[in-house]
């Protein structure tokens, strides 16, 4: 399917009653929800928040969109701490640019361009463009002074359950940090806290692989994006310095009861990956040689399976999501300069590139990166440093029609 519902359809593979679970979840997935009522009405959105919908972020289940009206684009604040990072004292993990009636929304944010132009081999000249951020309006007080702030692009989410379902010795065997093999790719895992389990869990969602499972990073999403608590995160994110927003109405508690969490989960694990597009095209052939010689998929890594999961529909299964799952130095340009779990300032998980090629059908657009800077897939291979920084390099040497010819393989995907 080619269509703006490409990233919207539900595994081939379920029974009957999962597909009612699906579309169950897939409901709640675009549900509007409201702020909770002094009488005790409403669903319990905010005090602060970001979206009052899933599908506000994931339009169609796709990618964010940083230029458009709804909020594509978060911003991450922490500041340093003797082993990683803290969250900001007065402002928390995220900047929440939204509130209830009575409530002040923390601030707002505007970002700028500067633009960078380059040259390829063939005389054929780029350019970029660098975001800078900029927070104002804000609520409670000056940030500290040594904040860290990071935008973060909402990814597509369809697929997800697939790499939730790859083993994880299957990911750490890949990992390579010390560079033995001598390829210049040194991808490492990320450990973080399990908060279901509190012990220390291989990462594999978000952009820095800092969210262990699937359900954790739903329940984040609820609790820091909407303000929907749940059973995983049952406290609002609200500081010592937000008075207002800890004496806020609260829906019921967790304002998101399980059987309707655990049917959100199920959604989200179970959107199928679009099919592939144009395999025997003899441009989309020629690309997929160079994605090979320009050594792309060292991290990119086309192939993978999954193991036994506990939604059967999801086991056993050879699967092409063109990731390793493994954070890689993608050097300064990329740099947002903010720890993550254990993930520097300058480490990007793999992202995978399955659909990729829809972004525009779903979305209406191309905008690529962790924080939507790059406005084209070609952009974003310009982008790439560090350990991709070669392969970037590669690209650059490219002619015309053979640079076509990678981008046409990656649209295919």
């Not at 970002?111 to 063939?122: H, M, R």
């Not at 390579?176 to 990462?203: C, F, H, K, M």
Request: with cysteine; proline share 6%.
């Amino acid at each position: 399917m080619s269509n703006v519902n490409a990233f919207g359809q539900p595994a081939a593979n379920l029974s009957e009653d999962e597909a009612r679970l699906f579309d169950a979840g897939d409901a709640l997935f675009t549900q509007v929800w409201s702020p909770a009522s002094a009488d005790g009405g409403g669903d319990g959105l905010g005090p602060l928040f970001n979206a009052d919908s899933c599908s506000s972020c994931h339009l169609r289940d796709g990618r964010g969109d940083p230029e458009g009206d709804e909020p594509g684009l978060l911003i991450r604040l922490s500041v340093p701490a003797t082993q990683g990072t803290a969250l900001e004292p007065s402002y928390g993990e995220q900047l929440q640019d939204r509130s209830v009636i009575g409530v002040p929304a923390e601030g707002t944010v505007r970002t700028f361009y500067v633009e960078e132009s380059g040259t390829y081999a063939d005389g054929t000249e780029y350019t970029l463009r660098r975001p800078v951020l900029e927070l104002e309006d804000l609520a409670y007080g000056e940030l500290s002074v040594d904040v860290q702030t990071s935008a973060r692009l909402a990814p597509p989410v369809f697929g997800a359950g697939l790499l939730e379902a790859i083993p994880a010795e299957s990911i750490v065997a890949a990992a390579d940090p010390d560079d033995e093999d001598g390829d210049g790719i040194s991808g490492r895992p990320n450990y973080v806290v399990d908060n279901a389990t509190g012990t220390l869990t291989l990462g594999r969602f978000g952009w820095k692989a800092n969210v262990p499972t699937l359900s954790q990073q739903i329940a984040h999403a609820f609790v820091e994006d909407m303000g929907i608590t749940s059973q995983m995160f049952p406290t609002e994110s609200c500081t010592i310095a937000q008075v207002e927003c800890a004496s806020a109405s609260a829906g019921a508690t967790p304002e998101i009861d399980q059987d309707r969490f655990d049917a959100l989960v199920f959604y989200n694990a179970t959107l199928a990956v679009p099919a592939r597009r144009n395999l025997s095209d003899p441009q989309v052939e020629e690309g997929a040689n160079l994605f090979l010689d320009l050594n792309c998929h060292s991290c990119h890594t086309p192939r993978q399976e999954t193991g036994e999961h506990a939604i059967d529909a999801l086991s056993n299964q050879v699967i092409f999501p063109f990731t390793d799952l493994l954070l890689h130095d993608m050097g300064p340009g990329l740099a947002d300069g903010r720890d993550d779990g254990q993930a520097s300032g300058s480490e990007w998980r793999t992202p995978p590139l399955w659909g990729l090629g829809l972004n525009q059908i779903v979305n209406g657009h191309t905008f690529f990166l962790h924080d939507g800077r790059a406005r084209s897939i070609e952009e974003a291979i310009l982008w790439h440093g560090g350990e991709a920084g070669e392969s970037a390099e590669g690209f650059k040497q490219l002619d015309a029609d053979q640079r076509a010819a990678l981008i046409e393989f990656l649209e295919s995907l």
